[in-house]
């Protein structure tokens, strides 16, 4: 019995030294002193099989190991409590005097910050700022701009067609000028560009009306430095009472002044598109290059900004608006141009890719 109760002593000794935490530490607390299954409590029970003599020696013997053991287990639980207060202060402790962690934040598309400032500057001048569907009708994106059928932009190869062909409008007879057979119907489509937002605005507002309208366009074409299948375009628009070409250039330049922050270099040069007459190229000096020629202005020097010109009558006649009266100007901002003008972004196909290192450049949110 002597032998045991000494060897519950040692093992009791190097087991508590190996603990590392208290919940290893209950569980050798039960093991060796548990009423049930306890190792020194089993031992005890064999007690009743001595004499009353070796009852007494070897029960105060039995004690002193007990109260020994209980000593090193509050011993060892204090030091274990002791360890862990240390390591949870250690980690929740801060520093006040050191410099602060700066959180992570986003940041604005670079398109996204220059169309802003040219919210801001376009409601300067009186403009509204509009929006318009990116799933657009035949009718709208084409026919109300005075677009023919035979106009090659209407060609699978140019336009993303959408399956699915829009009803015949009650409310609005003139929108079913655009359906004249089953093979023309009004087809879905991404639209090619932001000017059919001219038409719906002219609708619903009429004259006079100052109106700009941002948003992404589609084109199916292949991409290079300085073309995309995706990009945004800003439109614009203004109808009243005798507008001239004068009109034009002067928001233009205004235009072009605001977001750049210095004089712009541009250039006029005649130019066909069939929603504006007479029509008009609008092309600033290539900044990426100072002129000099480079990819992105295909080393000519000049980059084409903006096809813009006089609003046709036949628009004028699709958005209700009498053209004997009213007249007025369109243009359609090429906007992910001039974000590249603007920060000198050699490559349009960066807008797109998605990669943060190039996009973290703007400055955050």
Known sequence: ????????????????????????????????????????????????????????????????????????????RLDLEKKETLKAVEEDWIDVTLPGIKPKQGSLHPVSIVQYELEDLFRSLGF???????????????????????????????????????????????????????????????????????????????????????????????SDASH???????EGLMVEKNISICNLIAVMKTLLKGIFKRDVKIRLRPGYFPFVEPGFELDIECLICGGRGCSVCKQSGWVELLPCGLVHPNVLRAGHIDPEKFSGFAFGLGLTRLVMMRYGINDIRLFNAGDLRFLEQFGAI
């Open 1 to 76: 019995m002597r032998k045991q109760l000494e060897q519950l002593r040692r093992e009791a000794g190097e087991a508590l030294d190996k603990i590392k935490s208290l919940i290893d530490l209950e569980k050798a607390e039960i093991k060796l002193l548990g009423r049930k299954d306890g190792k020194l409590n089993a031992m005890l029970k064999s007690l009743k099989n001595l004499s009353e003599k070796e009852k007494k020696q070897f029960g105060k013997l039995a004690n002193e190991i007990k109260n020994e053991i209980t000593a090193l287990i509050a011993e060892k």
């Open 128 to 222: 509204m700022i509009l929006d318009g569907p990116e799933l657009e009708s035949d009718y709208y994106n084409f026919e109300a701009l005075n677009i023919p059928s035979h106009h090659p932009a209407r060609d699978t190869q140019d336009t993303f067609y959408i399956k699915g062909k829009i009803q015949k409008s009650k409310a609005c007879p003139e929108r079913n000028r655009g359906i004249k057979s089953k093979e023309n119907q009004e087809r879905l489509l991404l639209r090619t560009h932001t000017s059919p937002v001219q038409v719906r605005a002219m609708q619903e507002f009429g004259a006079p009306l100052r109106a700009i309208a941002p948003g992404r366009v589609f084109r199916y074409e292949a």
């Open 228 to 234: 995309e299948n995706t990009f945004c375009q800003l």
